[in-house]
């Protein structure tokens, strides 16, 4: 993207968050109506695969397009965040939208919205599925954005698979103070008669899970019940009635990834695509997802290193997330692990930081640059010894934060807290 050309882009997406309504009520009657006015585009996106949850979600988007493209698969996905620029969101057959098509959507968007309020992502929503539907794929793969009864996503009549990722407590004001609360809310994506594709859940989320689907008639392909997936012979091994695999191990690295790839193998599964062992297994050795437990290997960030020593990147923000984190380090016990860590106000720090304290050397606190919502780095290394970290230090920026945190024997520096600093580093990294 040329500067000119991001210009333009930043100076619509600018435009489009002055549209905000001044009261947020979490209400599908913005997005509907101003899709009405597009012409109804979400009803032309065939093969949807709609997926909700806590966590996982975009690593369970990643492994179906990888699996899906490996079977030969025309595939456009909508997902969320994007890391360093908007068209990471927006998917065509393989290929991040071009710049010029990004402009000409969001232009007619805004124009056919006619000044009308509507939140950023309801907007954004609107302008991918307009893309989607000019240019349609075998399959859709949606990510939802907040929750998922009242999310922007949340518009199909029929989607081919519903699916909800692992359920635990994030977004508590928007969503509900407890796990079944929050479950009620990502339950809003299932439909009648559409299957549902339910991820591991706690008794909790499930419990709530099965008895909405029961109500609204959404037919559940449940793990452990309908499917299961475990690490077995040195990969993963998937079983259901209809399919009975044996496959190498997921190409995103973490226990947790295990039940993200079997997930997204449920999907199709249930789906019913004509799908061979050698796709899957090609899927999931060349799956990409940045910044989710990412090597970075090069670059500006990591030219700061001494010798012998690692950079890892990680964007998981909430305490699942940091649990997943924290059975990572477990693992890796032959170098010692130091932590550089910020996260928006909006989260449980102290949560985040309990699954790792015990297995981290130290760690470095920093604020999520570009984010009036970051905590300080004071506040964060607070959290940080609230969660029993015992060394503990701060810094101005990302890279005195990784100089200060590689120090001593040759050891790992995980960088973690935000997907909002984890695109930054990428970013920084790259020497943009």
Known sequence: MSDETEARVDAILARLLGLHPKLIDLSLDRVKRLLRDLGDPQDAMPNIIHVAGTNGKGSTLAF????????????????????????????????????????????????????????????????????????PADVTL???GLGGRFDASNVFKAPRITAITPVSLDHQHFLGDTVAKIAFEKAGIFKPRVPAVLAPQTPEAEAVLMTRATEIGAPLFRFGQDWRAWPANNGLHYESRSWNFD?????????????????????????????????????LRHVEWPARLERLNEGKLVDLLPPGWELWLDGGHNQAGGAALGAMAREWQDKPLHVVF???????????????????????????PGEEASRSPASAAEAARAAGVKNVDIALDVAAAVTKAATGKPGRVLICGSLYLAGHVLARNAGR
């Open 64 to 135: 179906l397009r990888a699996c899906l493209e490996a079977g030969g698969r025309r595939v456009n996905v909508f997902s969320k965040p994007h890391l360093m620029r908007f068209n990471e969101r927006i998917r065509i057959a393989g290929k991040l939208i071009d710049d010029e098509s990004l402009i000409g959507l969001l232009e007619e968007c805004e124009r056919v919205n006619a000044g009308q309020s509507i939140t950023y992502f309801e907007i954004t929503t609107a302008a991918a599925f307009l893309a989607f539907a000019r240019q």
């Open 342 to 368: 910020g996260m928006l106000e909006s989260h449980d720090a102290t949560a985040f930081l309990k699954s790792l304290a015990p297995n981290i050397a130290g760690i470095v606190t920093v604020a999520v």
């Open 247 to 283: 496959l190498p191990p997921p190409g995103l690295l973490g226990r947790h990834q295990y039940d993200n790839a079997g997930t997204a193998i449920a999907c199709l599964d249930r789906a019913g695509f004509d799908f061979g062992q050698i796709a899957l297994a090609d899927g």
């Open 142 to 144: 949606i990510e939802t």
